[in-house]
Every structure is written in structure tokens, then in C-alpha cells.
């Protein structure tokens, strides 16, 4: 089946600077690539996704990159702020109205 | 729209007991899903329903059952607890295969 893999799976970077988190799947049928954020408590959020017909997508400080060939997508956030501090996942799918294989987590820290 | 509504918030059962969770969406969406959330882990699915009518088994199905009542309604029930279901469960549902829209999740305990 499925299988996501994230990388990795904590993270510390200083206010301002970039963050990379990075995800590899094992089906090439998978289309639908998306990225959850999740807070302290809290319900996962969709942050930004992507679709195998596109390379990248951009959203504001948020970026997503993909490469098929390669079978892996990452998640850029630029200009980090302590808001953004919370645990990320991706997550890949094949088909519509499909099961969603969700990878095990980046906790990301901003350090002040 | 109340989104995706989960009950109830908290629940603590002693092995060997059931209970059912209650999962419902006014969003008209046709999937319905669950999770569980075991501490500093990642999201594990327990059991989807890709429409009214289906429902299939996911990563971690077994101690559960399901039932998709209706296109609002998905439950999931623990028919014989054990310590290792502690966990927190969530609910998720999907128009089209795309954004999930998330409950609140449901924190259990099992002593």
C-alpha cells in the first residue's frame, strides 16, 4: 500500500530563517499532495496543496514543491515567526474520494 | 456551519467496556473518515467511508467497527476497550478527495 515517509521529524530554526520539511512516497499513482499544520491541542489544518500536474505553488511565506520523478515533495516556509511553531504533516493521495496516507509529523520550533 | 462535530470531547472507560463515537458534517461532503492520534504521533487511519453506503478498513482497523449512517453520520465503536486504544480520535470528512476538514477530536483513556 501507500507508504509517506517525513523528514524530519523535528526541527529548530531561528526567527527569520527558512524552514524545509520534506516527504517521500512509494505509490506513482499518487495525484494529490497536501500539507497539514497542527497547533498545541488543536485540530490539523490544510496549509497549502498541490497537484501532480503542477511543480510548485506558492502562498505567501508558504511554498510546496513537487517532483514526480523523484516521488517527493517538500514544504518551504520562509521568514519564520514563532506562529508558526506546531507540528506539520503531508500526506498523499490517489484518486478522488480515496483514502489519505498521512506522514509521521515534523514538530518545528522558532527559536527567539 | 458547525463544520465537523465530534462527541463527546472526553471520554475514560475501563477495559472491557464499549462505547460508540459520534462523528457528524452539515458540508455535504461525500467521504468521512477516522483517526487516532497516539501522543507525539502521527495520524493513523482506523477507517474511511468513500460514500454514503461504504465503508473500508484502513492502516489500523482492528478493535473498531464503523458504521456510515447516513451522508452526516460516521461512528466508530470500540466494542471491548483496551488500554492500548488510549488515544485521541479525530473525524474527518472531504467533498472530492481534497482538503479535509477535521473534527475536534475525541481524547479517550482506557484504565
Known amino acids: 500500500g501507500e507508504n509517506v515517509e517525513q523528514h524530519p521529524s523535528t526541527l529548530s530554526v531561528q526567527e527569520g530563517d527558512s524552514a524545509v520539511i520534506k516527504c517521500t512516497y512509494s505509490?506513482?499513482?499518487?495525484?494529490?499532495f497536501p500539507w497539514y499544520k497542527q497547533e498545541l491541542g488543536k485540530r490539523p489544518q490544510l496549509i497549502i496543496d498541490?497537484?501532480?500536474?503542477?511543480g510548485e505553488k506558492k502562498d505567501q511565506r508558504i511554498a510546496v514543491t513537487l517532483n514526480k520523478t523523484a516521488k517527493h515533495f517538500s514544504l518551504h516556509i520562509t521568514e519564520t515567526q514563532p506562529e508558526d511553531s506546531a507540528v506539520y504533516f503531508c500526506?498523499?493521495?490517489?484518486?478522488?474520494?480515496?483514502?489519505?496516507?498521512f506522514g509521521s509529523g515534523t514538530r518545528l520550533s522558532i527559536r527567539p | 456551519n458547525a463544520g465537523v462535530t465530534q462527541t463527546p470531547k472526553f471520554q475514560v472507560l475501563k477495559t472491557g467496556q464499549s462505547m460508540t463515537l459520534q462523528c457528524a458534517q452539515d458540508?455535504?461532503?461525500?467521504?468521512m473518515y477516522w483517526y487516532r492520534q497516539d501522543p507525539g504521533m502521527g495520524l493513523r487511519l482506523i477507517y474511511y467511508?468513500?460514500?454514503?453506503?461504504?465503508?473500508d478498513k484502513g492502516e489500523v482497523p482492528n478493535g473498531y467497527n464503523v458504521s456510515r449512517l447516513n451522508k452526516r453520520e460516521f461512528s466508530l465503536r470500540l466494542e471491548s476497550a483496551a488500554p492500548s486504544q488510549t488515544s485521541v480520535y479525530f473525524c474527518?470528512?472531504?467533498?472530492?478527495?481534497?482538503?479535509?476538514?477535521f473534527g475536534p477530536g475525541t481524547r479517550l483513556t482506557v484504565t
Open positions: 500526506a498523499a493521495s490517489k484518486s478522488s474520494a480515496s483514502k489519505i496516507i
Open positions: 467511508s468513500a460514500s454514503e453506503g461504504t465503508t
Open positions: 474527518a470528512s472531504t467533498l472530492a478527495g481534497d482538503e479535509q476538514y
Open positions: 505509490d506513482s499513482a499518487s495525484n494529490y
Open positions: 458540508m455535504n461532503h461525500n467521504s
Open positions: 498541490i497537484r501532480s500536474n503542477v
